[in-house]
């Protein structure tokens, strides 16, 4: 079942033809009416006129998450403040958070696409979906509920956390469908098995869309085999707008809406194209965005590209299941986080001596972070008093601005393990 079988199926050399086409205005109006894009297309040498076929997009200049912080908050938005209907925001490298911006039309785009993945999976009219991504500031859950309701599916807006809860509704509402992050879906199948809950025999759940970090086919099997429902993998980063893109029912990659996005795979290094299947960094060109273009968005995921048609008889490009990244950020809990980010949050706190350490693990399902920090030697306190106090101030501080809630650990000064080369700041026990 196609949402937009035109598009969803049109034939190849029709395709990239339609492409170039949107390319090419994109381009125009990047260049006629915003100083940044304009600026970056000027320092690289290129005009909008040198782009003569879909290839020629080699062209353009790259974009990074960092021109977002360098730009924030508005600088790289093309619409005025009246056409912006939505924000969203996510995790910048340090301390200035990473700002989206949406037109109405951007809204609809995004959704449109959501309802493309969600009907590409048999979900629909009849079905029940429970939203359990976060809702707010991140796109997970207002981009799957728009979504959902686009197709005609009633929508249980549960957003993340209260567990027994979520499961008691699931059971009541005759829930078929869950979108959340994969460690929360095996985390919900552990809190049922203690509730003595059994998916299959007491629950309607069929399908779960699942993403938002990195996960494995080893991860999908454990959900499948122990929930009996199926899993699949949703992609997406904010930058793009929110998850967009998905697996359809032959789960042979995620496919990207060839009418909204443009891929490209790089080697990282030479940032030149790597071969069909190869594995390199993801480039996406984001057609059709109104309030935040994007073009060649560096996103710093590993995967690989498959051209050839889909069994399901759609013909964008599909690519592989996200395998690392290119940089050192974290996903915990679905939330991301750079280490530069500890590091700037723990340099404004004077008691805090040079070293820290992040420890990442599992508690269950669940990631759990820890900070080990060093204090500094005029600090040290032997006075349990002084200590909680600093401890707490460094809690509250990853709080605000992390987001996420992390285990402390003080130090004593020079405890920590000192690297000659570069340090070693993280320690990932989590297997995926
Ligand atoms: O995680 C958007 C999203 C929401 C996707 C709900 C899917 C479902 P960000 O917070 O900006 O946006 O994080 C984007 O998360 O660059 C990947 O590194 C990682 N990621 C997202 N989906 C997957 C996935 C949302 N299916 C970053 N597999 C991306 C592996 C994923 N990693």
């Known amino acids: 079942m196609y949402w937009n079988a035109r598009m969803e199926c049109m034939p190849k050399d029709e395709l990239r033809k339609h492409q170039f086409r949107e390319l090419k205005t994109l381009v125009y109006r990047l260049y006629s009416f915003n100083n940044f894009y ?3 297309m000027k320092e690289q040498g290129v005009h909008p006129d040198d ?27 093309t619409s005025s ?10 995790s910048g490298t340090t301390g200035k958070p990473t ?9 609809d785009f995004w959704t449109d696409s959501l309802a493309r993945a969600l009907t590409s999976i048999g979900i629909g009219t009849g079905d029940v979906v429970q939203v359990s991504y976060g809702y707010g500031l991140f796109t997970g859950g207002l981009g799957l509920h728009y979504g959902a309701e686009r197709v005609g599916a009633t929508v249980l807006p549960a957003s993340v956390g209260n567990t027994e809860r979520q499961l ?4 009541d509402l005759d829930v078929t469908a869950i979108a959340c992050t994969p460690s929360y879906m095996i985390h919900m199948g552990e809190v049922a098995k203690k509730l003595g809950i059994d998916f299959q025999r007491d629950t309607k759940l069929r399908k779960a869309i699942l993403g938002a970090e990195p996960w494995s086919e080893g991860m999908r099997k454990h959900i499948e085999d122990n929930l009996g429902i199926e899993a699949y993998d949703i992609y997406g980063t904010s930058e793009l707008s929110g998850p967009m893109f998905m697996e359809c029912e032959e789960r042979n990659g995620i496919h990207v809406w060839g009418d909204v996005a443009i891929v490209e795979i790089i080697d990282p290094e030479t940032e030149e194209p790597v071969p069909d299947g190869e594995v390199g960094e993801l480039v996406i060109t984001v057609l059709k965005k109104e309030a935040m273009p994007m073009i060649r968005y560096r996103i710093r995921d590993l995967t ?31 939330i991301n986080v750079f280490p530069s980010q500890v590091e700037h949050t723990l340099m404004n706190i004077p008691e805090v001596g040079e070293q820290f350490m992040i420890i990442l693990d599992r508690k269950g399902a669940l990631d759990v972070m820890t900070v080990q920090v060093e204090l500094s030697p005029e600090h040290f306190s032997d006075k349990m008093a002084d200590m909680m106090a600093i401890k707490k101030r460094i809690d509250s501080d990853m709080k605000k601005y992390l987001n996420i809630s992390v285990n402390v650990e003080l130090m004593d000064p020079g405890s920590l393990p000192r690297f ?13």
């Open 38 to 40: 304009r600026g970056r």
């Open 51 to 77: 782009i003569q076929s879909l290839e020629d997009i080699r062209k353009l200049p790259f974009m990074h998450k960092q021109d977002l912080r360098d730009n924030y908050p508005t600088k790289m938005f």
């Open 81 to 90: 403040r009246e056409e912006v209907v939505r924000y969203h925001v996510s």
């Open 99 to 107: 700002l989206v911006g949406y037109t109405a039309q951007d809204i």
């Open 168 to 171: 008691e509704l699931m059971i």
């Open 304 to 334: 690989y590209a498959l051209e050839e048609k889909c069994e399901c008889g759609r013909t964008s490009t599909r690519i592989g299941r996200i395998s690392g990244r290119t940089d050192d950020m974290l996903i915990i809990r679905g």
């Open 420 to 432: 000659e080369g570069k340090a070693k700041r993280v320690v990932d026990k989590r297997v995926f």
